[in-house]
């Protein structure tokens, strides 16, 4: 099979197109003919070599999330035939024609959803979904999105929008901020030299993508009992932060990562997904949203293209 290689850590220079073994699946899993691909931030680290990829996925091949067909089948599946069009997470290998997966942590794809949009759908939905159950946001709360226009962002508008939550977002433009309004963002604010504090409602519930000072803005403007779930650090990991605050909101603060979960807890996240996210996008409710669509082969550009900054909504590969 044809895969993306990393090479050495380093630039997007390192990313090569190269021949490798077709994997096998186990008793459990199956083989997935890859036709899509998204990038996510944890490649861009993987592939400087800050972020290693777990033990049990493919250390120099990146790509967390899947869209694709059923190609083999291991011993004692139940779930899937050959045939089958399906997507879900990946501890990495993604960037390549086919994987290995459980059976269990892939969901089918709804008709009439394209292989490129049901790849721009699981890491970016079930990392949001994930996010706001952890923060148990309810009906009618205001939820806070910062980084709206990213991956995560845009979902977390819609699922937001969909629990009948009120919801604001900032991201680094008004070109962004506009183009999540179409979405459902009910407030938007560009955020100048990282403060937005004063300009939005009080939110219940932050869903923060981006880390850094944005912490101390959190605090400033998260209601009382307010949620806080930390999900990206875009902007860096350290921060000073006004501790009394959170004494004095009684503010809970949780950080969540999906790619180092252990795999069952992976699995009960997509068995989520599949339950309540799944329909939503069959219906229309919520959908993808996509910014470019490279080959495979260009994975180098798209690389460069995430690390500008400059995208709205996710960055998929086609294999």
Excluded at 46 to 55: E, L
Excluded at 102 to 119: M, N, Q, T, V, Y
Excluded at 147 to 175: K, M, Y
Excluded at 196 to 206: E, R
């Amino acid at each position: 099979m044809r895969a993306i290689s990393i090479t050495k850590p380093g630039g997007p220079d390192t990313l090569v197109l190269v021949e490798k073994p077709t994997p096998e699946p186990a008793r459990g899993e199956v083989r997935v003919r890859i036709r899509a691909t998204a990038i996510n931030r944890a490649d861009l680290l993987q592939r400087m070599g800050t972020y290693p990829a777990p033990f049990d996925a493919p250390p120099d091949i990146p790509g967390l999330e899947i869209a694709g067909e059923v190609e083999a089948l291991g011993p004692d599946v139940q779930r899937w035939e050959v045939g089958d069009r399906v997507f879900g997470l990946v501890g990495g290998g993604g960037y390549a024609e086919a994987v290995t997966s459980h059976e269990r942590a892939l969901a089918k794809i709804p008709d009439g959803i394209s292989f490129e949009h049901a790849a721009a759908v699981p890491e970016a939905f079930i990392t949001a979904y994930d996010a706001m159950m952890q923060a148990n946001l309810r009906t009618g709360e205001v939820m806070l999105v910062n980084g709206c226009g990213s991956g995560v962002g845009t979902a977390a508008i819609q699922l937001g929008r969909a629990l009948g939550c009120t919801v604001v977002g900032t991201a680094r433009t008004a070109d962004k901020i506009s183009r999540c309004k179409a979405l459902g963002l009910d407030v938007g604010v560009v955020a100048e030299n990282g403060r937005f504090a004063d300009k939005i409602p009080a939110p219940a519930v932050i869903i923060e993508l981006i880390g850094g000072d944005y912490f101390a803005e959190d605090l400033r403007c998260i209601q009382l009992k307010g949620r806080i779930v930390i999900v990206g650090l875009l902007a860096g990991g350290k921060t000073e932060a006004d501790l009394g605050a959170i004494l004095r909101k009684r503010v809970q603060v949780t950080g969540t990562m999906l790619r180092a979960r252990p795999l069952e807890e992976k699995i009960a996240a997509m068995r989520v997904f599949e339950n309540q996210v799944v329909p939503l996008l069959a219906r229309g409710t919520i959908k993808p949203v996509i910014d470019r669509v490279f080959p495979l082969a260009k994975a180098g550009e798209a690389h460069e293209h995430m690390a500008s900054n400059q995208g709205f909504g996710k960055i998929v590969l086609t294999c």
